[in-house]
C-alpha cells in the first residue's frame, strides 16, 4: 500500500529564515510526487510535480527536490504570506491507478 | 485561470438525510475525483471519474456514495443517508485534457452531519 509521511508536523520559522520540508515515501512504481499548498478552510493548490529522483523544480522561495525514498521542498527566505500547510501526495504506476495518496502536511507558520 | 467550483460552502444536515454536493470542474477538464478531509486528518480518496463512469473508488466509498454528472458540466457527489462520520470537507478535483497528472482542486464543501 502506498504511504506518505511528512516530517516535522508543525515548523515555526522567523522571516527569512530558511528551511525544508521532508516528505517520505513509498509506492509501488511512482507515477508522480505532488507538492500542495493549503490554507485553512480551502482546497489544496498545486505547486509542483516531480516524476523522477534527482528532478527539481522551483516556484518563488520554493524549490522541491526527489530522491528514490523522499522529497524536499526547500523554502528560501521565507515571507509570512508562505504560512500554510504543505501538502505532499504520491501517485502510483500499479494498476493504472489514479488517485493521490496524500501525507498529513507541515503546517508552516512565518513569523514578521 | 479558470477554477474549479463547489456548492454549496457548507452544508449542514441531519443524521439520515441524503446530501449532494455540487461541482463545476474548469470546461475543457475530462477526468474527476472527490477526496474528502476530516478535520485534522489526511485528505482521503474518494472516487475517480471518467467518460461518465467510475473509473476507481475507496473503500471508503460504499453503497452510501454516488457521483454522476446529469448534465455535462456540473459534477455530483450523493451520500444517500448521512452518518456523523461523514463529517468532513469534501474536495472536487479535475485534470485538464492532455495535462499530464496534475490535479487541480475546488475550495471544497464542508458537510456537517448533526
Known amino acids: 500500500e502506498d504511504q506518505v509521511t511528512q516530517s516535522p508536523e508543525a515548523l515555526r520559522l522567523q522571516e527569512g529564515e530558511s528551511s525544508s520540508l521532508n516528505c517520505s515515501y513509498t509506492v509501488s512504481g511512482l507515477r508522480g510526487l505532488f507538492w500542495y499548498r493549503q490554507d485553512p478552510g480551502k482546497g489544496p493548490e498545486f505547486l509542483f510535480t516531480?516524476?523522477?529522483a534527482g528532478e527539481e523544480k522551483e516556484k518563488e522561495r520554493l524549490k522541491a527536490t526527489l530522491t528514490k525514498k523522499e522529497s524536499f521542498l526547500h523554502i528560501t527566505a521565507p515571507k509570512p504570506e508562505d504560512s500554510a500547510t504543505y501538502l505532499c501526495?504520491?501517485?502510483?504506476?500499479?494498476?493504472?491507478?489514479?488517485?493521490?495518496?496524500f501525507g498529513k502536511g507541515t503546517k508552516l507558520t512565518v513569523n514578521p | 485561470e479558470p477554477e474549479v467550483t463547489q456548492t454549496p460552502s457548507h452544508q449542514v444536515t441531519q443524521m439520515g438525510q441524503e446530501v449532494i454536493l455540487r461541482c463545476v470542474p474548469i470546461?475543457?477538464?475530462?477526468?474527476f475525483y472527490w477526496y474528502r478531509q476530516i478535520l485534522g486528518q489526511k485528505v482521503e480518496f474518494l472516487v475517480s471519474?471518467?467518460?461518465?463512469?467510475?473509473?476507481?473508488k475507496s473503500e471508503i466509498f460504499d453503497d452510501q456514495f454516488s457521483v454522476e454528472r446529469p448534465d455535462g458540466s456540473n459534477f455530483t457527489l450523493k451520500i444517500r443517508s448521512t452518518k456523523l462520520e461523514d463529517s468532513a470537507m469534501y474536495f472536487c478535483?479535475?485534470?485538464?485534457?492532455?495535462?499530464?497528472?496534475?490535479?487541480?482542486f475546488g475550495p471544497g464543501t464542508r458537510l456537517t452531519v448533526t
Open positions: 501526495a504520491v501517485q502510483g504506476l500499479l494498476g493504472g491507478s489514479e488517485k493521490l495518496v
Open positions: 516531480l516524476y523522477s
Open positions: 470546461s475543457n477538464h475530462l477526468y
Open positions: 471519474f471518467y467518460n461518465n463512469e467510475i473509473s476507481e
Open positions: 478535483a479535475s485534470i485538464p485534457q492532455g495535462a499530464a497528472y496534475e490535479q487541480y
